[in-house]
């Protein structure tokens, strides 16, 4: 099955600096999703990629693709204490047009106020 | 704008015992997806709906393990009987399978212990 796995697998920053996260996945995918989770909640739905984007914004997040590489970045810019969580890339099992995603193991970011 | 809501949110229970979780999903939304979480396997999908109607249980664990979706608005998620080795966070979440990439919603999910 496809998965993705983020790196690092722990990230420790000071608040108001940017934070990186990759993802790496197998095989061809026609989209790839980010989602946050907080300490105790469900995962948050933040960002969704076609495979025919390269790069997409919202508000401090900035998401790039790179198919050739099969990878895939999250950058969250002028980072806040509330932004510690753990993040995961998720990509499309079977057929790429099902519903079903495979999420990676995370990235733990802590913001240090 | 009420999201996917999951009860209990804690349960605690001895092994033996039959485990019953519950997922209403988001109003117009025709897929529902049934996860557990672990520190040790991460996000594990165990099976997922649409439009009712079961598409792939291949991640249930054993046959201990069985999901319903009677009608749109409901699920459940039964162990019989339960084991320690249980023990997770169980997550259902939901979304509108319309043949574009969509996202998925998901409930703050129910924190099972089983002793």
């Known amino acids: 099955s496809q998965q993705g796995e983020e790196d690092p697998q722990a990230l420790s920053i000071q608040e108001g600096e940017n934070a990186t996260m990759n993802c790496s996945y197998k095989?061809?995918?026609?989209?790839l999703q980010w989602y946050r989770q907080n300490s105790g909640r469900g995962l948050v739905h933040l960002i969704l990629?076609?495979?025919?984007?390269r790069e997409k914004h919202s508000g401090r997040l900035r998401v790039t693709l790179d198919t050739s590489k099969k990878s895939s970045s999250l950058l969250i810019t002028a980072s806040r204490a509330a932004d510690t969580a753990s993040y995961f890339c998720a990509t499309p099992e079977g057929d790429n047009y099902g519903q079903n995603f495979v999420f990676g193991p995370g990235t733990r970011l802590s913001v240090l106020p | 704008d009420a999201g996917v809501i999951q009860s209990p949110r804690h349960e605690v229970t001895e092994m033996g015992q039959e485990v019953t979780l519950r997922c209403k999903p988001i109003?117009?939304?025709?897929?529902l997806f049934w996860y557990r979480q672990t520190m040790m396997r991460g996000l594990e999908l165990l099976i997922y709906?649409?439009?009712?109607?079961?598409?792939?249980d291949s991640g249930m664990p054993e046959d201990r393990f069985s999901a319903k979706m009677p009608n749109a608005s409901f699920s459940t998620l039964k162990i019989q009987p339960s084991e320690p080795r249980d023990s997770a966070v169980y997550f259902c979440?939901?979304?509108?399978?319309?043949?574009?990439?969509?996202?998925?919603?998901f409930g703050d999910g129910t924190r099972l212990s089983i002793l």
């Open positions: 979440a939901s979304s509108l399978h319309s043949g574009e990439p969509q996202p998925q919603h």
């Open positions: 095989t061809s995918i026609n989209n």
């Open positions: 109003s117009g939304h025709n897929s």
């Open positions: 990629i076609r495979s025919n984007e």
């Open positions: 709906f649409n439009n009712n109607v079961p598409i792939d």
